[in-house]
């Protein structure tokens, strides 16, 4: 059950909060000061804090203080009977989740404790989602060419630069992107990403700019565009070879002017955004054909990354294989499975046009198909069809 503190010198407020909040099951520990709370949080993890402001020794404030430096993710609700906006405003600034004054409505202390839970309840998913994540988005493998990679973003990650990251369908372009955007001093804000080959080429300009309400006949609300979602952050433009011309003149004066204007819209509104943008395309060849903007190309193409099909990089297969078994096994509930170095020897034979996202698909269909240790024989049977 989730385990309160409450640390109030009032013998008898303490009794009264305990005896409520232990009725609704919740596990309640005491302190009758600062100090002794302050004690308690070193050595027990809690839920939530019941915390008076007024208190001799160390008050409510000096405790919260503290506190937010060795358990900085623990709600704390402050309570006073001498309360004033200043004093909630400054409770707020220090980190507080809620104020509330002596003495507590019972239903307001009651929902003000259960949405602190849920708050702390939704941070944990939240880190655990965030490592489940960025596991997945592991760059898994040693060969010169992944190391050359690697190299490349530890220099530009911590910069500002705008990158062009370049590589065929599958290879790892999204997670250049992501280790890009996790290694740099944006790392606190957003990534968005805008797969600018899945919108169609007449709402490109709405997804990425936004648009004001009633600018066009479906246009019922207002709607903020990914500039402006990923201000402070990231903006991902993977297969940007993929957009129209007309997005693209936008796109070009957003990134010479750090401003945009929502379709229908006259204000200009500044933006603090970093793009990162993909391809598959040779942009080149496409600036020759008149599909892409060659000022566009420049802006963009401050640090070109190429990511390196899988043929070029077989050695790194093994490694591929091993994290895909484990991941597998993870999604599945289950032991994951062994492969024999025969099979990974064959498999690094075969032709991956379809790169890593390939590779994973097949692993997924021999720890479906096969034993416990998938052999040889598994590999030649079931990873044949999917070069066919």
Not at 237 to 245: A, F, K, T, V, W
Not at 308 to 332: G, M, T, W
Request: hydrophobic share 40%; net charge negative.
């Amino acid at each position: 059950m989730p385990k309160i503190l409450i640390i109030d010198d009032e013998r008898a407020i303490r009794s009264t909060l305990k005896e409520i909040l232990e009725y609704e099951s919740y596990t309640v520990d005491e302190a009758e000061n600062g100090e002794v709370g302050l004690d308690l949080l070193t050595k027990t993890k809690y839920d939530v804090v019941l915390c008076d402001i007024k208190m001799p020794k160390i008050d409510g404030l000096e405790v919260l203080n503290r506190a937010m430096e060795f358990v900085p993710d623990t709600p704390f609700i402050m309570i006073s009977a001498h309360g004033t906006i200043d004093t909630a405003v400054e409770a707020t600034k220090k980190g507080a989740y809620d104020f509330l004054q002596k003495p507590p409505d019972l239903n307001r202390l009651l929902i003000t404790v259960r949405n602190a839970i849920d708050k702390i309840n939704l941070v944990t998913e939240t880190k655990k989602l965030k490592k489940k994540i960025s596991k997945n988005y592991e760059m898994v493998g040693n060969s010169p060419a992944l190391e050359k990679v690697r190299r490349a973003i530890e220099k530009v990650a911590k910069t500002d630069a705008r990158v062009l990251i370049t590589g065929p369908n599958g290879a790892g372009k999204e997670m250049v992107a992501r280790m890009l955007h996790e290694q740099s001093s944006r790392a606190t804000g957003p990534l968005v990403e805008v797969n600018c080959a899945a919108i169609p080429s007449e709402l490109i300009e709405s997804e990425l700019f936004g648009h004001e309400k009633g600018s066009f006949t479906s246009a019922v609300k207002q709607r903020i565009g990914k500039f402006e979602q990923a201000n402070g952050g990231t903006l991902f433009l993977d297969e940007i070879g993929d957009m129209s011309l007309s997005a693209q003149a936008k796109v070009l004066r957003a990134l010479q002017e750090n401003k945009i204007t929502r379709v229908g819209g006259e204000k200009e509104i500044s933006v603090d955004v970093r793009v990162v943008a993909a391809t598959n395309k040779d942009l080149i060849k496409e600036i020759e054909a008149r599909n892409f903007r060659e000022d566009l190309y420049h802006r963009l193409g401050v640090i070109l990354i190429h990511v390196p099909p899988l043929n070029e990089r077989r050695e790194d297969i093994p490694d591929l294989v091993n994290k895909f078994l484990q991941d597998i096994a993870n999604d599945y509930g289950n032991k994951p499975k062994t492969i024999s170095p025969a099979a990974l020897t064959f498999l690094q034979t075969l032709d991956w046009r379809g790169n890593i996202r390939q590779l994973r698909n097949v692993v997924e269909r021999l720890v479906i198909m096969s034993d416990d240790n998938i052999t040889e024989e598994d590999a030649r049977t079931f990873a044949l069809p999917a070069t066919a």
